[in-house]
């Protein structure tokens, strides 16, 4: 238990000194032009347009899988009685 308390111990004072090491200025200024930031729009309105029949897909998929089981469930049933 008390080598535990010393491993941890020692990665916390790592990991306090650690964010000092990496850190870095920030003087460049963000100078990019409508039109970058409009292909950047672009390409995120095509992803969402291919995210729409995924996620359709996706609960038909689920939606098939509850009927399936809900079909063998009433046979199951009917075969019992």
């Not at 916390?12 to 990019?32: D, R």
């Amino acid at each position: 238990m008390n080598g535990m308390r010393i491993i941890s111990s020692a990665i916390a004072m790592l990991l306090v000194a650690v964010p000092s090491a990496f850190a870095s200025t920030t003087t460049k200024v963000y100078s990019s032009s409508i039109l970058v930031l409009a292909f950047v729009g672009f390409l995120a309105l095509i992803v969402v347009i291919q995210l729409i029949p995924a996620i359709m897909a996706l609960f038909g998929a689920i939606k098939g899988l509850a009927k399936r089981d809900e079909n063998a469930r009433l046979a199951k049933v009917e075969a019992d009685e």
